[in-house]
Structure formats: structure tokens, C-alpha cells
């Protein structure tokens, strides 16, 4: 049963919109679950580098502000369809990301979650303040291919469905043993004949990648970016962080499951009147919390959970 | 010339109130082994201190820093006490979960502090605050005409004498030496009879109280608003990549650097790009200094 | 033409010398013994061959190339790996995941490094355990694992440092046995160890220093009528 759930899940995310156009799902909820499906790519990529190779980024925001400039630049400069983007960043994004890991993979552990983290905000001031090529603070705005939701559903599902793939095959072969080999001790990796800096740079190019074609995405599905959005410290590179946090790090499933915790509670903060303001506040609170008592996450701690609540429930 | 120099003497006032907050940043990250991600957070709440005082009660900020160090300190003992150290005792897969959990501190600091002050942007319009000094009302033919502006002054010579009552206090007292045996080797301290776990409390209150100052000694001459906490601690951590983790005098030299360097980019090549020049400086340390400056200093030292 | 040759090797720390113009050389096949009391300086040495610290003079020449200036990971390739006095077990991962990761530097897929893993395993007497998450391991067989771990890269030389440390008897009769296994397979090692009586029995040659500089080489006898060592390690 374990074995299928994968696929059973998949197929009904797939044949999910026909309850749409039974009139069952409306087009807010179908965005929601498109957020959480892109959230759920974002949050994979940065699980591959943090969680897997132990390389923590606090600026996984450049990666999807320079995806997301990478669809509108390519329109707003050379007219071409945004969805070019979506192959382009995955060229563009990774080659950045080898430039940047060039820098920022010197350093280790806390050193190297700064420097990510200043990186991020390097290229936020920079997208800012280069209006030639990114149209400033106005940002680009582009038409929408289609006015209904379900096509960018099959899109970002497609791509969520690609991204898991890419990172089970990954993690079952030599490159994952050696991701995690360096996440756990750096130095017995590199005397076991692992070259540490070059499968640092690897899974940080592949998140990096990946990272940079939701926010291609983004571009086409919102049809409106600005600096400030797309390089957000707080709402993209810590957001990214606490989707697999809460979810579960070094979980295959855990950054899906971060993800929903993730939209639902921003979408149910934001409802609520007087609190939208907040939102940072319970992101912020609930981040302490997991990282005190569940610091593998939902998934990562889920025995613990099912022994808490266990304890009382008729399951024992 | 004249504006080379201007420039100058504004970087290194500038400088003077960096290293202030590089020195709080360094402390922790010497003695606890972690980044503060919530540092200049904090500062912000100092900053909001010294506001609230004029604001109601018409003290002058400068006077603030007795209040808000103070209190600054209490909230660090506090975080340390009840949020930091049951983490570090916590297995992880990511030994990072110390500074991701800072930066929730951080996150809720900023939030609050835009849910009950609003995210206006604020000020003390102390009645000094456009005043300067001008080179030429004490020498009548000078060459050139410099400037010095009150408030730069007077915060520059605060954190001149904080960070002398500091060296003081780490040098002299008991608990200071205690502080700088933990920094440098905590199983020698602990051999020494040093009582770590509360060294590790104060230092993260005086990294605090230090942080607090300083946001004290900045708001006459700034503008507060909550979410600038980001900004000063990349500042405060540029700072200690360049100064040397865990070097006070480095963070002293590492601030005035800094403080120089950007006011140089904000002269010659726009307001705007100084971060990106902090992040420039940051690299070139990394990379041509990976020690930072204690590690000049250190190797002077050798040769001698 | 020796297997490792250490040349008027050098390594200043700031102003201290940890190791000061060292020069000997290992022959294919031996056991040599490092020993030296405390602090002499033997590990700085293995770091210094297996390319964790360059040195600040002198040269390391690995099967007539040299090798000084590689980073560690090219060094292992070359078939020179090493053990970790302060074991550094790749703590989350089961103990077979340990050696397959190390068994991928010479193997062409996952199914050969799997199988090269489990003999590794087979051979250091762990394969019972080959499923215990490393970290809960008790401390001689995280030893042992050190050395299943390098030995799964397939090397020429082994540098073993204080691979017999905390064991009891019969755990370092098993790791005694196990070096003797490694020597017959044709496995050159160097090996530092506090444990006289071991290091006696079992190395062919041994090199002593003291204060970062070699004081003595020689057979188990010789080393055992030098004056110098034994005021080294008496002296005090």
C-alpha cells in the first residue's frame, strides 16, 4: 500500500481540476494548491542542498528572483514568450549558481548561510537599481497566457513531479551517498576521495536550478514581478527554509508537507482581519517552536509526534 | 579634495558606530559559537527605546543608552536563557538550527514592532540635529572647509567610550576574563573552574546591551522604522568576517573600514549601491583574508 | 623506488613548529610504526601526507610523484587513504551507507560499490552491524569502522592513526588480526599508536620523533636500545 500511495496521490492531483469543472473547486482553492505545489519545488530544491549535502542557504530568494527576471527579461527585452523562461532559467539560474558557489562555497556552515543570505540581497539592490535591464522598482508586467487556472496547475505539477523525480534519482546514486557524506563530516568525506567542493557546487547549481524555474514560473502565473517581491528575504528565502523545516528536513516527503502547513497558515493569517500584518509574527513563532520541539520537522519527527499524541489515543 | 576628505571624516563616524555593533556580534559569535541573526533586530529595539523616551518624556537619546543597554541586556539574557539554550542542547540534522532560530527571534522583533508602531518611518528631532561644527569658525584662512555634524560627533565619542569601558570590563574584571577564557578555549575554562553556561548568558545580554547603545546613538542622526534590523545585521556580520571571528579589535578596525567604504560608494557611486559595496568588501575578505584583520594583527605580533 | 617518501618536510603553525625538516621513507609492503609521546607531532604528519595541511617546506612523493600541494580527495584516488584518531563516523548514515559511500571512489556503479562494501565489511568483522546507524555504535567498533571505511577506496597505503585506542583485549586482538589481514592482502601502512607492545609486535621498521623532528628509526629492537627514545619517553 506505502509502495502506491505515491501514485495514487499523483492521480488524484491529476484528474483533481475535473472536480473544477464540476464546480467542486473554485478558482481561489486551485491557487492555493498551485502556491503549494510551487512552494513544494522550492522547498525540494532547498532541501537537496540544506538538508541532504548540510549546506544551509538563507538566500534561496536569488535564485527564484534571478528564474523570475530570467522569463521576464526574456519578454520585456526580447519579446519572446515568458514560458521560454522556464528552460532558460534552468540554463541562466544554474550557471549563476556556479558562479555564486564559486564565493560562497569556501565558507562553512553559519558562514555559508550568510553569505547566501547577503547574496540575496546583493541581487535585490541590484534589480532595484539596474532599470535598464529589470525596469526598477516598477517591475516587469507582463499579459497571462490563459485567464483559467488549470493549465498552470499541469504545469507547475508537471514541473513539482520532474523536480522529485530528479532528487529521489539523485539521492539513490553516488552523488547522493556523497551529498550526505559531506553534510555529515566534511573532512572524513574529503579523505574518503570525495572532491567536497565540487559536489557542494553540484547541489547547490541543481537547487539553484530548480529553485529558478519555479520562479520563472511565478512570472508566467502571476504576471507581475517586482524586486521586492521576488527577492524577499523574509517571504522566499525564509519561507523556503520553514517549508522544509516544518516539513520534515532530509524527507523525501517533507517539503510538500511544509508546504501546504506553509500556504494554508500565511492564507489563514492574512484572512483574518487586523492580524494580516502579522503574518511574519506567527512565521516567526512557529519556526521557533519546530526548531525547539520537532527540529527534523513534521515528517523528520514523526515518530515522536505519534508517540505524543499516541499516548492517549485509541491507536494503542 | 575637500569633499575626498569630507567623505573621510563622515566614513570614519560612521566606522565608529559600526564597530560598536560589530564588537556586540563578535562577543557572541566568540563566546557561543553562533551568529546572531536577531542582532540588529535588537538594535532596532534600542532604536524604539531612545524614540518612545523623547517621544513622551523628552529624554535625550544619547541619555536613552542608560536606559535601553539595560534593558537590551535583560531581553538577551532572556533569549539566551529561554530560546537559544534549549536548542543548542536539541539533535539535529542541521547544526544551523541555532541561527534559523534567530532569525525567527528576528522575524517576530520586526513583526511586533510593525504591528504596534506601525511600519511609519520615525525620528527624534533633538534640536541639534542639523547643527555642525565648521573647521573654518576655528581657523579663519583654513584651506578647506570641513565639517563635523554634532550628532555624528557626540555618537562617535559614546561609542569610543563604550567600547573602552568594554576593554576595560574584559581586561580588568573577573567576569570579563572569565567571558575571554570561554571565548578562547571552553574546555580549559570549564578546567579553570569558569562557570560557562553563565558566561554565555551575560555575553549574549552585553552583546545585546552593546547592540542596544549603539541603536541609541544612531537614531539622532537616522531614520527608525521596524524592518531595519536586516540591514544592520549583515552589517554587524560583514564586519566580523573582515575584523576576525571573535576579535574585538578587529570588529573596531573592521567598522571603521566598512564605515569608510560606504561612505566613499554613497559619495562616488550612488546611494543606493552601498550594500552592494558591503557585500563586495565582504568578499574580498573572504577571499584575500580569510582570517580577517586579527590575522594581520596576530602575525605582527609573531614577528616581534 | 619507495612507495612514500617524506622529504625534509616542515610545518610551522604561526610561530611553532609542529614538525621540523622530517625525512624518512616507506617501502611497499611494510608495517612502519609512528611513535612519539604526546604532542610529538604525529598527526600533523598524517595531515600533512594525506594533504590536509600543506606543509610549509619540504615534500611528500607518493609512488615518485609528488603529492604535496593535492587536496585530500586526489590524494585518496591516488590510493593513499587514512583513519581519524577522534573517529569521524558519517554519523546519520547506517554503517554499511558509510563504507558504500567511501567504496564509489572504484566503483563503476552502485551495485559494485555495494558489493565492494559488504566484503570491506566481511573483512573487519562489522557485517553483523551493517545496518546500525553509525553514531550509536559503541567506540571499538567505530574504530573498526574507520578502518573498513578506508580500506573500501581501495589503497596502496593506509595511514592508520590510533586505530587501537580505548579498545579492551579482545577487541585489539581482533584489530591486531585485522592489520595482519590488511598486510597480507598487500596493503603498505603506516600506523601511529601509544600501544608499545603492539607497535613492537607488529611493525617491521618504526620512526620515532619528539618535539616535531624524527629522533630515531630503525627495526622493533634497534628502536627499543636507542637511548634517545627511551630518555624521550623517560626522560621527563
Redesign the interface.
Same mark, same amino acid.
Given at each position: 500500500m506505502k509502495k502506491y500511495l505515491p501514485l495514487i496521490v499523483l492521480i488524484l492531483l491529476a484528474v483533481m481540476p475535473l472536480a473544477g469543472l464540476a464546480g467542486l473547486l473554485s478558482s481561489y482553492i486551485l491557487h492555493m494548491i498551485i502556491l503549494v505545489i510551487m512552494w513544494s519545488v522550492v522547498g525540494m530544491a532547498w532541501n537537496l542542498l540544506a538538508g541532504y549535502c548540510g549546506q544551509v542557504s538563507f538566500g534561496h530568494a536569488a535564485f527564484f528572483g534571478v528564474g523570475a527576471y530570467t522569463a521576464g527579461i526574456l519578454h520585456s527585452h526580447l519579446n519572446l514568450s515568458p514560458w521560454w523562461g522556464i528552460p532558460a532559467s534552468i540554463v541562466v539560474v544554474g550557471l549563476f549558481s556556479l558562479l555564486l558557489g564559486l564565493i560562497v562555497l569556501r565558507l562553512r556552515g553559519p558562514f555559508f548561510a550568510l553569505a547566501t543570505l547577503a547574496m540575496g540581497e546583493v541581487m535585490r539592490i541590484s534589480s532595484e537599481n539596474l532599470d535598464w535591464l529589470t525596469g526598477g522598482n516598477l517591475g516587469i508586467t507582463l499579459q497571462r497566457t490563459w485567464v483559467d487556472k488549470t493549465n498552470y496547475y499541469y504545469i507547475i505539477l508537471a514541473i513539482a513531479v520532474a523536480a522529485f523525480l530528479v532528487v529521489k534519482y539523485l539521492m539513490r546514486s553516488k552523488i547522493g551517498y556523497y551529498f550526505v557524506a559531506i553534510r555529515e563530516d566534511q573532512d572524513a568525506a574529503e579523505s574518503l576521495g570525495i572532491n567536497t567542493t565540487l559536489y557542494k557546487t553540484i547541489a547547490l547549481c541543481i537547487s539553484g536550478a530548480l529553485t529558478g524555474v519555479a520562479g520563472a514560473f511565478y512570472t508566467n502565473y502571476m504576471g507581475y514581478i517586482e524586486p521586492s517581491v521576488v527577492f524577499a528575504l523574509h517571504d522566499i528565502s525564509i519561507v523556503a527554509i520553514m517549508t522544509v523545516m516544518v516539513g520534515g528536513v532530509a524527507t523525501f516527503f517533507g517539503p510538500f508537507v511544509g508546504a501546504i502547513i506553509m500556504v494554508l497558515l500565511a492564507e489563514v493569517v492574512r484572512s483574518i482581519p487586523y492580524l494580516g500584518a502579522a503574518h511574519l509574527t506567527f512565521f516567526g513563532i512557529l519556526l521557533i517552536l519546530i526548531i525547539i520541539f520537532l527540529p527534523n520537522g513534521i515528517v523528520g519527527d514523526f515518530q515522536k509526534i505519534k508517540r505524543i499524541f499516541g499516548a492517549g489515543g485509541a491507536g494503542k | 579634495m575637500e569633499s575626498f576628505l569630507q567623505t573621510l571624516i563622515a566614513g570614519v563616524l560612521l566606522g565608529g558606530l559600526y564597530a560598536l555593533i560589530g564588537i556586540g556580534m563578535t562577543l557572541i559569535m566568540g563566546v557561543m559559537k553562533? +551568529?546572531n541573526?536577531a542582532h540588529g533586530d535588537l538594535m532596532m529595539v534600542g532604536m524604539y527605546i531612545a524614540f518612545w523616551m523623547f517621544t513622551l518624556f523628552g529624554i535625550d537619546p544619547y541619555l536613552s543608552v542608560f536606559i535601553a543597554a539595560p534593558i537590551l541586556f535583560f531581553l538577551g539574557v532572556l533569549m539566551q536563557k529561554f530560546?537559544i539554550n534549549? $536548542?543548542l542542547k536539541?539533535?539535529? /540534522? =542541521?547544526?544551523? *538550527?541555532q541561527? +534559523?532560530?534567530t $532569525?525567527?527571534? !528576528?522575524?517576530?522583533l520586526? *513583526?511586533?514592532a510593525?504591528?504596534l508602531f506601525t511600519s511609519n518611518y520615525r525620528s527624534t528631532p533633538v534640536s541639534y540635529s542639523t547643527s555642525a561644527w565648521y573647521l573654518s569658525d576655528y581657523w579663519h584662512s583654513a584651506p578647506i572647509e570641513l565639517s563635523l555634524s554634532v550628532t555624528g560627533t557626540v555618537s562617535f565619542i559614546f561609542a569610543v567610550v563604550i567600547t573602552l569601558a568594554l576593554w576595560f570590563f574584559l581586561a580588568k574584571t573577573d567576569t570579563g576574563k572569565s567571558i575571554r577564557a570561554t571565548a578562547q578555549d571552553i574546555d580549559a575554562a570549564l578546567l579553570m573552574g569558569v562557570n560557562v553556561k553563565r558566561m554565555r548568558v551575560v555575553t549574549f545580554g552585553l552583546g545585546s546591551a552593546l547592540v542596544g547603545a549603539a541603536g541609541c546613538l544612531f537614531i539622532p542622526s537616522y531614520y527608525l522604522y521596524p524592518s531595519l534590523g !536586516?540591514?544592520f545585521t =549583515?552589517i554587524a556580520?560583514?564586519i566580523t /568576517?573582515l575584523g576576525g571571528l571573535g576579535s574585538t579589535i578587529g570588529a573596531i578596525f573592521g567598522g571603521l573600514i566598512l564605515g569608510i567604504f560606504e561612505s566613499m560608494t554613497a559619495t562616488y557611486v !550612488?546611494m543606493?549601491?552601498a550594500?552592494?559595496g558591503?557585500?563586495l568588501i565582504? $568578499?574580498a575578505a573572504?577571499?584575500f583574508l580569510?582570517g580577517g584583520i586579527a590575522s594581520l594583527l %596576530? %602575525?605582527k605580533g609573531?614577528r616581534r | 623506488m619507495s612507495l612514500l617518501e617524506i622529504r625534509n618536510v616542515s610545518k610551522r603553525f604561526g610561530g611553532l613548529a609542529a614538525s621540523s625538516d622530517i625525512s624518512f621513507t616507506i617501502q611497499k609492503g611494510e608495517i612502519l610504526g609512528l611513535i612519539g609521546p604526546n604532542g610529538a607531532g604525529k598527526t600533523t604528519l598524517f595531515n600533512i601526507v594525506d594533504g590536509f595541511y600543506p606543509p610549509t617546506k619540504g615534500q611528500v612523493l607518493f609512488k615518485g610523484q609528488v603529492i604535496s600541494g593535492l587536496k585530500p580527495h586526489q590524494i585518496c584516488k591516488l590510493g593513499l587513504a587514512r583513519t581519524f584518531q577522534v573517529v569521524k563516523p558519517l554519523q546519520r548514515m547506517s554503517v554499511l551507507d558509510n563504507v558504500i559511500a567511501s567504496a564509489f571512489l572504484r566503483a563503476k556503479n552502485k551495485a559494485e560499490a555495494v558489493e565492494i562494501a559488504m566484503e570491506t565489511l566481511r573483512f573487519t568483522g562489522l557485517d553483523e552491524d551493517q545496518d546500525v546507524i553509525s553514531r550509536g555504535l559503541p567506540l571499538g567498533k567505530r574504530k573498526k569502522l574507520e578502518i573498513a571505511r578506508a580500506l573500501a577506496t581501495g589503497p596502496e597505503l593506509l595511514l592508520l592513526d590510533e586505530s587501537f585506542a580505548g579498545l579492551n583485549h579482545s577487541e585489539l586482538n581482533e584489530s591486531i588480526e585485522i592489520i595482519k589481514n590488511i598486510k597480507a592482502r598487500g596493503i603498505t601502512i603506516m600506523i601511529i599508536e601509544h600501544h608499545m607492545k603492539v607497535i613492537m609486535s607488529i611493525s617491521d621498521r618504526i620512526v620515532v620523533i619528539n618535539y616535531g623532528q624524527k629522533i630515531a628509526e630503525g627495526t622493533p629492537q634497534e628502536i627499543r636500545n636507542n637511548p634517545l627514545v627511551v630518555e624521550a619517553y623517560l626522560g621527563e
Open positions: - | 553562533i +551568529i541573526l530560546l534549549p $536548542v536539541v539533535d539535529s /540534522i =542541521l547544526p544551523e *538550527n541561527v +534559523i532560530l $532569525v525567527g527571534i !528576528g522575524m517576530v520586526a *513583526n511586533l510593525t504591528i !536586516g540591514q =549583515l556580520f560583514v /568576517i !550612488g543606493g549601491w550594500p552592494v558591503r557585500f565582504f $568578499v573572504l577571499v580569510p %596576530k %602575525k609573531v | -
